[in-house]
């Protein structure tokens, strides 16, 4: 059950702290579902940081103390294959929330796609919060419960879909994350390629090669345009997820 309308953080509360007020975290993340007092404990303990590109924020197999809110940016997260071999599992986009909640380590590595920003607390404090407050453990639940969902769908890109509809799939991942309104509004979708062509065929199972023709095809049939070779704009949201939607 949610959490009634008294007990949810009203964002014109002056004893909502200042960060907080305008939190995406704070309103569509696990932090909606905490008491004033809950959120008061919780923000004299975080930390507020920008990660530059290609930082690790965690650690495949570290012990974890600490976990993020994501704040603006990107994340992906990875696992390393004994041979070397990188595989991208997964991303992550504002107001995600970083690590596992009750797990003494990681089981992927999570590194800043673009520039990151995140909140941090200790997971000591999180996890007290955690046994006091039953909504944000449902809120924690969810948010697996739709990785799991999502991961299930992509299962079905990499195994079903064409190179084509994997690349348009990929571009409505973004598009949808980063720019959410455009669908709804009518307007064109913009974003930039938080993945270098690398990253992305390693995330599409493709090689480098086929990724670039692919986004060549759909800039040639207006699908998309491209500037500064990364810098993409949807003219037509619905036109770009019927193109990453198998034919019957």
């Excluded at 991942?173 to 720019?179: K, Y």
């Amino acid at each position: 059950m949610p959490p009634s309308k008294d007990r949810r953080q009203d964002i014109h509360n002056s004893e909502t702290p200042v960060l907080c007020r305008a939190c995406e975290a704070r309103h569509k993340g696990i932090c909606g579902a905490l008491t004033t007092d809950q959120l008061v404990h919780l923000s004299k303990h975080t930390t507020r940081r920008a990660v530059e590109r290609e930082t690790e924020l965690v650690q495949i197999g570290e012990d974890i103390t600490q976990y993020s809110n994501i704040l603006g940016g990107v994340v992906k997260l990875t696992k390393l294959m004994s041979d070397g071999r990188q595989q991208i599992v997964g991303l992550q986009f504002a107001p995600d929330f970083i690590g596992r909640p009750f797990s003494r380590q990681s089981n992927t590595t999570a590194e800043a796609a673009t520039t990151v920003r995140v909140c941090s607390f200790p997971k000591t404090v999180l996890e007290e919060i955690i046994n006091q407050a039953p909504d944000l453990e449902h809120r924690l639940h969810e948010q697996s419960l739709r990785e799991l969902d999502e991961a299930r769908d992509w299962l079905l890109t990499l195994g079903r879909k064409t190179a084509r509809e994997k690349v348009a799939s990929f571009l409505c991942l973004i598009a949808d994350h980063i720019d959410p309104e455009a669908e709804n509004s009518g307007q064109e979708a913009h974003f930039d390629l938080p993945l270098k062509r690398a990253d992305i065929a390693d995330f599409l199972g493709l090689t480098i090669e086929t990724v670039s023709r692919q986004i060549t095809k759909l800039r040639k049939e207006s699908l998309i345009t491209v500037e500064n070779n990364r810098h993409i704009t949807v003219p037509d949201m619905a036109v770009l997820r019927e193109a990453a939607t198998p034919e019957i």
